[in-house]
């Protein structure tokens, strides 16, 4: 019962416990001595289930305890029973006796009211989401159709498929970086396919000492710890034939400024040079090559 008009005359932690059972949508009250802690949990004595409970705190006022303290559902008691009676009528040992069917019957409307009410607000920002998301999709469908279809492993786009999935709204910023995915994913499908069928269509790697013409795919720095300089300068070129042979690039075509992610400026420059040719075992359109001399650009 409420202490606002009557003097406090003290205040204090009891050995009772009150909570509610959600399964049983029952207030559960139990008596916890040699307790530190303001939150335990116990057994419901209707069925079993672990249930919370709280420290009912007693204030002591000038007023009676009346049937309003024996029906509480909540910690605070402030009334003159010191806690002893607060929400005794939901004590195992009461139940029968002083469990009212009214006072149940109360309860548990409170708690349907609750709940309607908490449905309604998830109802009511769910559909103020969803028109949000519907109004941003109109504008943004590359973006979503990306999301929901691509099985790139990378944080950025588990991050975007997953504010999808809740409906949130993709700031500008983010939708222009998914958009620069998309171009990438379509960028590199395309020259996919363009190996694929250039491969399709190589032909052997020529063994053996051989004058070879082509145009440089790659060139990369390898860490090696036996080389004096601790690295190794390696390419791959594709030959006329469209055969790839890999090896280290000639000191002759380590002349040009190396540009981001273009050692020696190499990748797409045709070149000539003499080299020995192994071809990879299985993979006769694949090779190795060694010794490269007379390295020129062509």
Same mark, same amino acid.
């Given at each position: 019962?409420? &202490?606002?008009?009557?003097?406090? @005359? ?6 009772? =416990? ?13 008596? +916890?001595?040699?307790?530190? #802690? ?17 420290? *009912?705190?007693?204030?002591? *006022? ?11 559902? %909540? ?8 806690? &002893? ?18 006072? @149940? ?41 990306? +999301?929901?279809?691509? #099985?790139?492993?990378?944080? =950025? ?18 939708? &222009?970086?998914?958009?620069? =995915?998309?171009? %990438? ?11 694929? &069928? ?13 004058? +070879? ?12 710890? =036996?080389?004096?300089? %601790?690295? #190794?300068?390696?390419? @791959?070129?594709?030959?006329?034939? %469209? ?9 002759? +075509? ?45």
């Amino acid at each position: 019962m409420p &202490a606002t008009l009557d003097r406090i @005359l003290s205040k204090r932690p009891t050995d009772y =416990f009150l909570g509610a059972c959600d399964p049983c949508r029952l207030p559960v009250r139990a008596t +916890l001595p040699d307790t530190r #802690d303001d939150a335990r949990h116990t057994a419901c004595p209707q069925c079993g289930t672990r249930t919370r409970v709280s420290r *009912v705190y007693a204030t002591t *006022v000038d007023a009676s305890c009346d049937a309003a303290c024996m029906g509480a559902t %909540g910690p605070a008691c402030s009334c003159s029973c010191e806690g &002893a009676n607060h929400g005794g009528s939901w004590a195992p040992a009461t139940y029968e006796s002083h469990a009212t069917a009214d006072a @149940l019957a109360r309860y548990r409307e409170r708690l349907d009211k609750q709940e309607r009410e908490r449905a309604r607000k998830a109802e009511a920002e769910r559909r103020s989401r969803q028109a949000a998301f519907d109004a941003w999709a109109e504008d943004h469908g590359d973006v979503i159709e990306f +999301l929901t279809a691509t #099985d790139i492993d990378n944080t =950025f786009i588990d991050d975007m498929r997953r504010y999808l999935r809740r409906l949130d709204v993709l700031t500008e910023r983010q939708a &222009a970086a998914v958009r620069k =995915f998309i171009e %990438g994913a379509r960028r590199r499908a395309a020259e996919e396919e363009r190996r694929k &069928a250039e491969d399709e269509t190589a032909g052997p790697v020529p063994e053996g000492r051989q004058t +070879l013409t082509g145009e440089v795919v790659s060139a990369k720095i390898r860490d090696n710890d =036996f080389s004096p300089s %601790g690295a #190794d300068y390696k390419m @791959l070129v594709r030959l006329d034939n %469209g055969a790839k042979v890999y090896g280290t690039i000639p000191k002759a +075509l380590q002349t040009r400024r190396t540009t981001e992610g273009n050692l020696f400026a190499l990748r797409g420059v045709r070149v000539q040079f003499d080299a020995t040719v192994t071809a990879k075992t299985g993979e006769p359109t694949f090779g190795y090559f060694q010794r490269p001399t007379k390295a020129t650009f062509i």
